[in-house]
């Protein structure tokens, strides 16, 4: 049974810092992009960032292509996102997302593109 299973989320201050992880399980994500989507109340789910198998491409939503980052580490399985002067309307639930690299290539990328998904974990940014 695949698994992405998030963490890190919680309250921050704005302009403040927080780290996201991802452990994914269940199969081999050899050749599985990575990434996250959110979802703010009120509004549709989002693209936020992806990255590639080898780390080679990494693509970022404009909102947060300048304070975001995205990393990960295939000996554990595990995709990070490193959110640095976080503002309010960061606030979301932030979803962990894997999709096979044949599939499409670029970003951003839709909803339905997503293999698997995780079951989200909630970031508010405090003003």
């Known amino acids: 049974q695949v698994q992405l299973v998030e963490s890190g989320g919680g309250l921050v201050q704005a302009g403040g810092s927080l780290r996201l992880s991802c452990a994914a399980s269940?199969?081999?994500?050899?050749?599985?992009?990575m990434g996250w989507f959110r979802q703010a109340p009120g509004k549709e789910r989002e693209f936020v960032a992806t990255?590639?198998?080898?780390?080679?491409?990494?693509y970022s939503s404009d909102s947060v292509e300048d304070r975001f980052a995205i990393d990960r580490d295939n000996a554990k399985n595990t995709v990070y996102l490193e959110m640095n002067s976080v503002k309010p309307e960061d606030t979301a639930v932030y979803y962990c997302?894997?999709?096979?690299?044949?599939?499409?290539?670029?970003?951003?990328?839709?909803?339905?593109?997503?293999?698997?998904w995780g079951q989200g974990t909630q970031v508010t940014v405090s003003s």
């Open positions: 990255i590639s198998w080898s780390g080679s491409r990494r």
């Open positions: 997302i894997a999709y096979h690299a044949t599939k499409v290539t670029g970003a951003p990328i839709g909803e339905k593109v997503v293999d698997y």
């Open positions: 269940g199969r081999s994500f050899r050749w599985y992009v």
